[in-house]
């Protein structure tokens, strides 16, 4: 998806299963998916190397590579590990709560940040796991796709 308008066909391999996708851009980071016959909306905002993607309300973490360089900009299984997180907004919209705070501890799954856009509740989860040393916005504020909302480390 990155730096380019046409998306068209995509392969796509995901815990070593790979599949042919459809992809249409429809507007401001919302995508049209076709896999295996199924339609999926997603929306993917982009930070630096890195890219937020939400489908059906669950937040994802996503790198692409090119594979004719085969070099990859991070692997993510490794830099969520242990290490630090910033959790950004993945799209505009209003926190509705928080179901952590400073100084909690998470794991890989767990529910951090309840944002709410386009009338829908979406939960932000942790990708890895660490000790919420940040929390850097306040619930009802309004957040911008990629504004930083949290710190986990």
């Not at 982009?46 to 309300?57: A, I, N, Y």
């Not at 993510?76 to 209003?94: E, F, H, N, W, Y």
């Amino acid at each position: 998806m990155p730096g380019d308008a046409d998306y068209g066909k995509l392969d796509i391999t995901i815990d070593g299963r790979h599949y042919s996708v459809d992809v249409e851009a429809v507007s401001g980071g919302f995508f049209s998916l076709l896999i295996n016959g199924q339609s999926h909306d997603v929306l993917v905002s982009r930070e630096g190397e890195h890219f937020s993607v939400v489908v059906e309300g669950n937040f994802l973490e996503v790198d692409f590579y090119d594979p004719r360089t085969m070099r990859r900009t991070e692997d993510v299984k490794d830099s969520l590990a242990g290490s630090r997180q910033t959790i950004c907004a993945p799209m505009a919209g209003r926190i509705v709560r928080f179901q952590v705070q400073c100084g909690d501890m998470v794991k890989k799954g767990d529910g951090l940040i309840v944002l709410e856009a386009m009338k829908m509740e979406n939960e932000i989860k942790s990708q890895g796991v660490g000790r919420v040393r940040e929390v850097l916005v306040g619930e009802n504020e309004i957040v911008s796709p990629g504004q930083k909302i949290m710190v986990i480390e």
